[in-house]
Every structure is written in structure tokens, then in C-alpha cells.
């Protein structure tokens, strides 16, 4: 086969496009891989329905995993964890691509590289047209971390590891210590899921869980969640967990305004507030800069990950994926053709997640 079938999105309100594409060799450092899988992340459906932009025509989806089908010829023989890496290895890799030289990635910030690419974000070019999930192949570059996957991690376990796994691993570092914490987490998607059984497997003594779906809230407690509530329901509770002091930390993960505002005022003094879904334009919030001096509060922001967090993930996955339902998040699965329908199923808030996958990978 020297071309591949890519899903070309050409923006907001745009008919997805079917494409064959040209097969690229792979050379020097570069990898190409067979996609088996791809999830619908939140942020595709934000580039999807006009909340963020991104360069077009670009081919979409960051939540991959692939089996190695070629390898350039000065690809090193093992992957980010030090493990052998060879042709039909299945795969997962971070999301951005890295130069490892310039001024972020010198002071530890690889995914805001000056030189980056973005799986699924960059706009076609030639022969650098495969980048994307939407696609039965993708071209990994020179700088892009790779994570060789355990061969009992499920598809739908592993799909979301190098987006909504990954991040939320980077998000508990930045909070620090988890031990006998006491732990909000507003939102419970994938990430707000993920979290909940992250922090009980680190040793969250409390992990209340927020949402405003009740079906959401509902699947709380069988991912680590020791309450699930709606946020009417949160400030007594929050009163009656923490001695009326607040939470240690807070994991704002919505990306709702009202949800910050909400986390602010119960957050505890010397807590930390880490910000993670807000990756769209919203209202702009109001704060008496005061407050956060005099509370002593910590607030984080984090965007994306570094490759560590993207091992600590895969890592995670491998030990507790069974002790949490997280199969059951990716609940329907449609072929490239009908990318579309994808789209149109993961706007329903009842879907977690929704994957698509090429016909060769069932």
C-alpha cells in the first residue's frame, strides 16, 4: 500500500473530507506507524466547533495508538522508558514533538517548545501530511517522545493515555503531595475520571468529584471518587470533610468559569488550584489579588505535558486499568468513513469518549 486514507477537516462547519494520501518513508529519526486507534478528545471538538483555531486543512485527533511499521534509519533502539523499540511494536506518543534545545525546553518545558508540532493541530505540508489520528497512518517526527505499550493495555484503555492520561499526571505533580489529602475535582469526563483514580491510587484520603451531569456524577465512586456530587450539593460537604478550612488542593478540570469561581472559595489557605480545562476563550474572571496573597494559595496552570508525565501515564494505566472500569469510557467506535458521526456522537454528554479506527483495526 503506498497511500493512506486521512480525514481532512477544513474547518468549523465544513464537511469532513476523505483524502489518499502519499505514503512517507520514514528517515533518519522519523517512525511510521499503522493508527489503530484514535479517540475524540475535548479539545478536537473545541478546533471542531470554532471554539479555538487551528491552521486548515490539518488532519485532527492526538489521542492515538499505533503499531510501528517502518523505522528511519537512525531511530535509536529503544523508547522514552529505555525499552526496545522494533517494527510492529505497539505504541503511544506524546503529543508534541520537541527540539530539546531551545529556550522552554532548556528550563524543563518541552511541550512549549519554540520549534514544537502538535499531533493533530498542524496544517497539511508536504509529505508531513500525516500527523494526525484521523488517518490510517501517522509520520512520527524527530523530537516526539515514544512509549512502547504493554501488550494487556486494552485499545481503549491506552488511546487516551497521551492526552487525558498524560495531562492529568502532570496536573497531580504540579499539586505536589497526595498522601492524606483532601481533593476536589471539578469535572467528571475523562480527565476528572482519570484523576479521581490517580489520586486514590496515590493515597487521597478524600476525592470529591463535581459535576453537573448526573450520569457523570453516578460514575464517580467506581473510579476512586469518595463522593460524587452535583455542585449544589459541594459546599456543605466541603465544610464537613475539612473542618470547615477547605480543600488541599483542587483540580479544576471543566474548564467552566463558575467552576473556578466555585474552587476558589474552597480552597483552604496554602492549597493549591490547578487549572487544566480551560483551553478555550471564556469570561474573563475577577480577583482581589489580596486574596491570594493573604490565603497563601498556590495557583497552576497547566497545559499539555512533558514526557515523564506521558511514562508515569502509561505506567499508571498498566497497573490500575483494572481496577477501574476505564474500557468502559470509550463506548462506541466508528470507521474513518464516518468521521462525522464520531463527531456528532461525542457531543452528547452521555459519551465519555468516542474512537474512531481504520477498518483494518476492526
Not at 520537541?98 to 511541550?111: A, D, I, M
Not at 497512518?137 to 497521551?162: E, I, K, Q
Request: with cysteine.
Amino acid at each position: 500500500m503506498n497511500t493512506s486514507l486521512g480525514v481532512i477537516f477544513h474547518g468549523p462547519g465544513q464537511d469532513l473530507e476523505l483524502r489518499r494520501i502519499p505514503l512517507p518513508e520514514p528517515a533518519g529519526t522519523e517512525i511510521l506507524v499503522r493508527v489503530l486507534g484514535c479517540t475524540v478528545c475535548g479539545s478536537d471538538l473545541h478546533t471542531f466547533d470554532g471554539r479555538r483555531e487551528t491552521p486548515t486543512p490539518t488532519i485532527l485527533g492526538h489521542e492515538i495508538v499505533g503499531e510501528v511499521e517502518a523505522l528511519g534509519d537512525a531511530v535509536a533502539g529503544v523508547d522514552l522508558a529505555g525499552r526496545p523499540l522494533r517494527v510492529g511494536d505497539r505504541v503511544t506518543w506524546s503529543i508534541v514533538a520537541h527540539c530539546g534545545s531551545c529556550f522552554y525546553c532548556r528550563r524543563g518545558l518541552p511541550q512549549k517548545c519554540l520549534q514544537m508540532l502538535k499531533y493533530g493541530h498542524e496544517a497539511l505540508a508536504p509529505g508531513r501530511e500525516l500527523l494526525g489520528g484521523l488517518a490510517e497512518h501517522c509520520l512520527l517526527v524527530p523530537g516526539t517522545a515514544v512509549v512502547r505499550l504493554p501488550a494487556s493495555l486494552p485499545l481503549p484503555v491506552a488511546c487516551p493515555a497521551n492526552c487525558a492520561t498524560a495531562t492529568v499526571a502532570a496536573a497531580i505533580a504540579a499539586a505536589g503531595e497526595m498522601r492524606d489529602a483532601t481533593v476536589c475535582v471539578f469535572g467528571l469526563g475523562m480527565l476528572g475520571l482519570t484523576a479521581s483514580a490517580m489520586l486514590r491510587a496515590k493515597g487521597a484520603a478524600h476525592v470529591v468529584g463535581v459535576d453537573v451531569n448526573e450520569r457523570r456524577v453516578a460514575r464517580g465512586d467506581t473510579f476512586g471518587a469518595t463522593h460524587a456530587v452535583r455542585p449544589d450539593e459541594l459546599a456543605p460537604l466541603a465544610l464537613s470533610l475539612t473542618e470547615g478550612q477547605g480543600f488541599d488542593v483542587i483540580l479544576e478540570l471543566s474548564g467552566k468559569t463558575p467552576a473556578f469561581a466555585c474552587g476558589w472559595n474552597l480552597v483552604r489557605l496554602g492549597g493549591t488550584l490547578v487549572l487544566v480545562g480551560s483551553v478555550f476563550p471564556a469570561e474573563p474572571v475577577a480577583m482581589h489579588l489580596e486574596a491570594i496573597v493573604r490565603r497563601n494559595v498556590t495557583i497552576r496552570g497547566i497545559h499539555n505535558y512533558a514526557p515523564k508525565d506521558l511514562v508515569n501515564a502509561v505506567e499508571f494505566l498498566a497497573e490500575h486499568h483494572e481496577a477501574f472500569p476505564f474500557a468502559s469510557l470509550v463506548d462506541a467506535w466508528f470507521p474513518l468513513e464516518h468521521a462525522a458521526e464520531a463527531f456528532a456522537c461525542s457531543h452528547d454528554p452521555e459519551h465519555i469518549r468516542v474512537g474512531v479506527r481504520p477498518r483494518w483495526a476492526g
